[in-house]
Nanobody, 123 residues
Framework: QVQLVESGGGLVQAGGSLRLSCAAS????????MGWFRQAPGKEREFVAT????????YYRGSVKGRFTISRDNAKNTVYLQMNSLKPEDTAVYYC????????????????WGQGAQVTVSS
């Protein structure tokens, strides 16, 4: 069992930056693929960025590529999402998730989810 707790959300003006953190419990964090997903009001949840167990492979949705960076620190059981040049359309609840295969691909079914962190970008 893995428990995930997100932090770092908030309100920011367009063009600003935020960094989300996701702290994971358990001794097997370094074997999990990790991801960030988001859900805006009235929309389906979508993948934002994912990372494999070692941090050597990352995936981004097209609309955030070049603006967002996913990273992980296995010694700290934490995954991060650095978000720069934020836009109002990035407004959503952001969820951290973990999957057991370690591949961290966006299409994999993720097994564990955090409760989410609100990110609001004002224009």
């Amino acid at each position: 069992q893995v428990q995930l707790v997100e932090s770092g959300g908030g309100l920011v003006q367009a063009g600003g930056s935020l960094r989300l953190s996701c702290a994971a419990s358990g001794r097997t964090f370094s074997s999990y693929g990790m991801g960030w997903f988001r859900q805006a009001p009235g929309k389906e949840r979508e993948f934002v960025a994912t990372i494999n167990w070692s941090g050597g492979t990352t995936y981004y949705r097209g609309s955030v590529k070049g603006r967002f960076t996913i990273s992980r620190d296995n010694a700290k059981n934490t995954v991060y999402l650095q978000m720069n040049s934020l836009k109002p359309e990035d407004t959503a609840v952001y969820y951290c998730a973990a999957e057991k295969t370690g591949r961290g691909a966006p299409s994999i079914e993720y097994d564990y989810w955090g409760q989410g962190a609100q990110v609001t970008v004002s224009s």
